[in-house]
């Protein structure tokens, strides 16, 4: 089992920053496909950022050149720096941890953590 807790979220100014954490337990060895997808309401659930290997990161184009994804290893943490924010990016954060079995996959999720960003 794997279980991941997000904290960090709130709300912020048109322009502003937040940074969002996800500390990871369990049944994990590292924090390679560990992502953070968010969804706004009516809306689908969306990437907003990959760490795929030690040295590989995949954004979603809308928030490319503002948000960064990095971890801690060791910790087992990932962390979303969220720079130049837009009232488009209000949704729930959602930490993500995808674990393989061969070409099967388990997704794991944390519980969400709300941004909103006001204009």
């Known amino acids: 089992q794997v279980q991941l807790v997000e904290s960090g979220g709130g709300l912020v100014q048109a322009g502003g920053s937040l940074r969002l954490s996800c500390a990871a337990s369990g049944n994990i060895f590292s924090i390679d496909d560990m992502a953070w997808y968010r969804q706004a309401p009516g809306k689908q659930r969306e990437l907003v950022a990959a760490?795929?290997?030690?040295?590989?990161?995949n954004y979603g184009d809308s928030v490319k050149g503002r948000f960064t994804i990095s971890g801690d290893n060791a910790n087992k943490k990932v962390y979303l720096q969220m720079n130049s924010l837009k009232p488009e990016d209000t949704a729930v954060y959602y930490c993500n941890k995808r674990i393989w079995h061969g070409v099967r996959f388990d997704d794991y999720w944390g519980q969400g953590t709300q941004v909103t960003v006001s204009s």
């Open positions: 760490i795929t290997s030690a040295s590989s990161r």
